[in-house]
């Protein structure tokens, strides 16, 4: 292996009729050489820049971090000690889209007076890096000075926070992580808006840009903010929770009326979270970039065994639409054994019991509803092979989470689906990591909804089986017309999925052409076609795969049913076919010898040729479905085919506006 130089240090001396000021610089190479970071301190300063090639990634941005006691980081710091180190390692990922994560990257550590560190890292695909507090005493977290200044006045996909209605500048901060991209320059950057990660900026030659965090698990998440209608973004976060009372959605959220003047508190000896900066030379790098999950703490839990990825068979979506029973459906018992069967009939893992199952607005999780006995239905389940999870709203949830998640343990549940936290602040990021500890305790899942983005935590707890913070199909339940959920499709792959999995909630048996799609609260339908809804399964990351209609529906189209039930949740490998943030994506997964192949397309009729390399030698058959001849019309058109292929071949694939192909490739000999 080639080996390069790490660090090259500079002491560059000017001289001035009054002082003579001396600045260190140090220059940190990815291992391939063509990522870099500069990091330049001075006498009153620490700044970094990033560059790729000749391409000047981000332009020199300041660092710090502000104390409560007046005490600021990377202000008049002074070095002493630097150290650095190389790591080619592979890493165990059995609840994720490749069974091994190559970690491979070139660390500087540089410690300075004061008891902080800063550590940076390349890695070839970006940039990281992290505060690290060498202290023994508790001390307050004032600030954090988080910049990323551009070279230049590009485009950047906005996710604007959604926060509460309000004129105070603070209420952005309470929401639900879920938007559309605003694709704009940085410059027409709304100033009294913030947005949530990942965002991507684009850069020089087709490169992007994508700014996110990992190992946030305790302290505030971090949001971007335009103030001046410049090409500097900085990270504003916050503040910590003063006064938090009952309320919101069936009060079941906690609100805030009061905040602190300060972001965090700190125990002493803490890693902050990583800032990364994430780097492609096109769009396609970024649907398998595996950076957060890298950066993140190891797992925590040394038997990993009893966590169990896989589909659900999900209630709330179709709005427990059955029809042709003999009984009312609803939340009760005679619905939920339907279910079920219709899980246990088509090899579904799970069944969810979504909001319902417990007294409303009670918040008490140990009080369920007359209609639904509970202890009958887990053993209804369970000689089905079908186990239950249960629907928790956060504030109920956290009231006593060791006691539910013992006293429903024992009783065979095996997770919970927490809802409507709707925060980022640090006692909200603390709440995930007890959860997630707690829950693995117990060998309960955690599937956080109305949560932030991944951060990592998915790999410290495993048994955090996934998140939403993203635009899924429950917005086609109420979105106006004017809503672009087909462009949000291809949007979102290459930038929230960076962060790590998605609660999406796809799989709709309705399905609707642009001009025809309208909401519809009860009886919900898709925009674009059928296939794009099969091909969501594997275009989307997503350990727990909720099935989002009805078994009414489902078994009215038992040719896609039973073919999406089949696709495995996670993966062995992942490979990044092609794309184009906004206007088409195509992504290849493989689960031992079978391959499966997505893609999905904007509201532009497409046609793609795809090289099947990817593929050992061999010959395979392909089930295929595809688009329609007439679903530019009708959108549950499809047609399924059989055909033969191998990896010295190419096929075609068409999709019409709004459309999506997917294909299940077996090995035959």
């Known amino acids: 292996m080639k080996k390069y130089r790490l660090i090259s240090l500079l002491l560059l001396i000017s001289g001035f009729s009054s002082a003579v000021i001396a600045q260190k610089q140090y220059n940190l190479k990815a291992p391939a050489g063509i990522l870099q970071i500069d990091i330049s301190i001075g006498q009153s300063d620490i700044v970094y820049s990033v560059s790729h ?14 104390l409560g ?57 970006g940039v990281a890096y992290r505060f690290v507090s060498d202290s023994n005493y508790p001390f307050i977290v004032q600030n954090e000075q988080a910049t990323f200044n551009f070279p230049s006045d590009t485009k950047a996909y906005i996710p604007y926070a959604r926060g509460r209605k309000t004129e105070k500048f603070e209420d952005q901060f309470f929401g639900n992580f879920q938007n559309t991209y605003n694709n704009i320059k940085l410059s027409e950057w709304d100033t009294q808006k913030i947005a949530f990660l990942p965002l991507i900026v684009e850069g020089a030659n087709g490169k992007k840009i994508c700014i996110t965090e990992s190992d946030l698990l305790n302290y505030p998440g971090m949001f971007l903010h335009n103030s001046d209608k410049t090409t500097s973004l900085k990270g504003v976060f916050a503040p910590y929770p003063k006064e938090v009372v009952q309320g919101g959605h069936n009060k079941l959220q906690g609100i805030i009326n009061s905040r602190e003047e300060y972001i965090a508190k700190v125990e002493g000896k ?54 042709n029973v003999d009984f ?156 672009d959920q087909v462009e949000y499709d291809v949007t979102v792959p290459f930038i929230r999925m960076v962060a790590g999995p998605m609660d999406y909630t796809q799989g709709a048996m309705r399905n609707g052409i642009k001009k025809n ?88 009729n497409r046609e793609i040729v795809i090289d099947l390399s990817f593929l050992d030698k061999g010959e395979y058959e392909a089930e295929i479905f595809r688009d329609g001849i007439n679903a530019d019309r009708i959108a549950s058109d499809y047609k399924r085919e059989i055909i033969k292929v191998s990896s010295d071949q190419t096929i075609k694939i068409n999709m019409a506006p709004g459309g999506g192909y997917i294909a299940k490739i077996s090995k035959v000999k």
Not at 53 to 66: A, E, F, N, Q, R
């Open 53 to 66: 090639g000749k391409d000047l990634m981000i332009d020199k941005s300041p660092v710090s971090m502000t």
């Open 517 to 604: 799609y309208y909401p519809i609260y009860s009886e919900p339908i898709s925009q674009g076609t059928r296939c794009r809804q099969l091909a969501q399964y594997v275009i989307f990351e997503s350990p727990l795969n909720m099935m989002c209609d009805s078994p009414s529906n489902y078994m009215k189209e038992e040719e896609c049913t039973r073919f999406i039930a089949s696709i495995p949740t996670v993966w062995d490998e992942t490979k990044a076919i092609n794309g184009e943030i906004s206007r088409y994506v195509t992504i290849a997964r493989r689960k031992g010898n079978t391959w499966y192949l997505g893609s999905l397309t904007n509201w532009d």
């Open 328 to 483: 009312r459906a609803g939340v009760n018992n005679d619905t939920y054994k339907y279910y079920i069967d219709f899980a246990s009939q088509h090899g579904i893992g799970y069944v969810i019991l979504d909001e319902g199952w417990s007294v409303n607005g009670e918040a008490d999780l140990y009080q369920v509803v007359p209609e639904i006995d509970l202890e009958e239905l887990i053993a209804y389940a369970a000689k089905r092979n079908v186990d239950i999870i249960l629907w928790a709203g956060y504030y109920a949830f956290d009231k006593d989470i060791e006691g539910l998640c013992k006293h429903y343990a024992a009783m065979g549940v095996k997770g919970f689906k927490v809802d409507f936290m709707d925060r980022d602040d640090q006692s909200m990021v603390d709440f995930h990591h007890r959860a997630a500890r707690i829950g693995a305790k117990y060998k309960m899942l955690m599937d956080f909804h109305g949560s932030y983005k991944p951060t990592g935590l998915q790999r410290t707890y495993p048994n955090v089986i996934n998140f939403e913070g993203v635009f899924g199909l429950e917005e086609m339940k109420w979105s106006d017309t004017s809503v």
């Open 69 to 125: 006691d007046g005490t600021t980081w990377g202000v008049n710091p002074k070095v002493s000690k630097v150290t650095e180190r190389q790591v080619d390692e592979d890493i165990n990922s059995p609840i994720y889209k490749k069974a091994t994560v190559r970690n491979q990257f070139n660390e500087l550590t540089i410690r300075f007076k004061g008891d902080y560190s800063i550590i940076f890292r390349a890695y070839n695909d």
């Open 270 to 323: 803490t890693n902050f979270p990583w800032r990364a900066i994430i780097i492609s030379e096109n769009d396609a790098e970024l649907l398998n970039n595996d950076m957060v999950y890298k950066l993140a703490t190891p797992s925590q839990i040394p038997d990993a065994s009893w966590i169990k990825p896989g589909k659900v068979a999900w209630d709330w979506w179709n709005a427990w639409g059955l029809y």
